[in-house]
DNA sequence: ATAATTATATGAGATATCTCACATTCGAGG
DNA sequence: CCTCGAATGTGAGATATCTCATATAATTAT
């Protein structure tokens, strides 16, 4: 991790302004995460309240028994945090970036007492969370009702960094709720149909001819909303 | 609809007092709905902000087609028209009791003059839908690992009323994601294994039977957080 | 470097779920 | 009462997905 000593640029990609302004205090700072590196872990409390402008990250929970599973993607405009700052925290989860992340942050100490009582920022943190739970319940109700060539399409699509598709099979697998088995299947599918690549960083992926796939599964969800 | 004079208990299922206690202002007024009423048309615009104290309801949405969709079903310690108050709300939606309604309101006019700056009211309300947002993630990783037989029998469970189910198959079908005739196979398997029985009002549910099957989908489910 | 664990791969058979076709019942209007 | 669209049921064949078994490659630990 690095911390970037320049001023927050106000360049917005959808995200509220308003959100921004308020996380700028005198106390903020910017800090960037190459990919692979550890934003939050779940073996330390959560010492910040994290806006992310840039990159994509997963938020993993490490059961009991050690098995792994991804619990969401997250991405440019998004809280990293804000569970533990409302004080509703339940189980720690581990943050990892996937590509390089920018993120602003505020320390928690700071946030729970200045923004515990700012009604703009509470506001905006409302707007957020309620966004984010109607992307949930739409994302929910269309992936469902898709095969998993579809999802197994707009997860790829969703994920893909610079061309290139990383992630592990076992994880994608589990995430996505099929069996690692099946997973394989249409893996080889879009391989033989070379919708997909396989390179020995990853795979590079054809997104010409998997949007078509993905139908609209991802309208929604990259909207700026 | 029917108003309600009496001043709010404090008994609580769960709920944030601390919410009650601000909903409860000198314009906060007490209505009950009737199984079947509509509590929210989305043919008018939201005129109240509602906490629901006690029963349940379903947010349906209608399609250009005039086909609708069960978005998801609330009951007692739910907001309703938080995502107007809020100034998000995309599609307008119905909300339908399922059972006898009562809950708190507050006109939304005076809602967004008071409680966009009241901070408790804010943290609250961030409280909520972060709490939704974790229920419903483990919901849905929950959900989408079990088969319907499981999912179903949650279901059934979930909105069973006094011992007896009346959902329509054809919105079940939908809102479980399958299909109308796979549907109908599990409940008849359902019926042949006398976890339900037929009678006009609706189907008598054996919960002892059910309980079983819907496996821990509800531990989390119904826990208060 | 070796061993141990984890991830990648593939096959075969079982079953959960889908699509389509069709019959019957139910409820709202004319 | 009749009619029509919706909701309920049922059958048969197709396919998406699962389970289990097993082999190899890739990582990680010793």
Redesign the pocket.
Do not use: A, D
């Given at each position: 991790m690095e911390r970037i000593h320049k001023r927050t640029s106000a360049q917005s990609e959808g995200i509220n302004e308003s959100t921004i302004g308020i996380m700028n205090t005198e106390v903020t700072e910017t800090v960037r995460f190459l990919s692979g590196e550890t934003i939050i872990s779940s073996q330390h409390s959560v010492d910040y309240l994290y806006l992310m402008r840039q990159g994509k990250a997963k938020i993993c929970l490490t059961h009991e028994n050690?098995k792994l599973s991804i619990i969401e993607f997250i991405g440019s405009g998004e809280y990293l945090g804000e569970l533990t700052f409302l004080g509703i925290e339940t189980q720690p989860k581990d943050v990892i970036a996937l590509t390089e992340c920018i993120c602003l942050r505020v320390p928690m100490t700071y946030a729970m007492k200045q923004f515990s009582s700012d009604a703009d920022f509470l506001f905006a943190l409302s707007q957020y969370l309620g966004k984010k739970l109607m992307r949930r319940s739409w994302f929910q109700s269309k992936m469902q009702s898709y095969?998993?060539?579809n999802r197994l399409a707009a997860h790829i699509l969703l994920l893909e960094t610079d061309g290139i598709y990383r992630e592990?099979?076992?994880e994608t697998a589990e995430y996505l709720?099929?069996?690692?088995?099946?997973l394989?299947?249409?893996?080889?599918e879009f391989l033989d149909d070379g919708f997909l690549v396989?390179a020995k960083q990853g795979y590079l992926v054809n997104r010409e001819k998997l949007e078509p796939l993905s139908a609209d599964i991802l309208v929604k969800q990259n909207q700026s909303y």
């Open positions: 050690g095969e998993l060539k592990k099979h076992t709720g099929v069996s690692y088995r099946h394989l299947y249409t893996f080889k396989k």
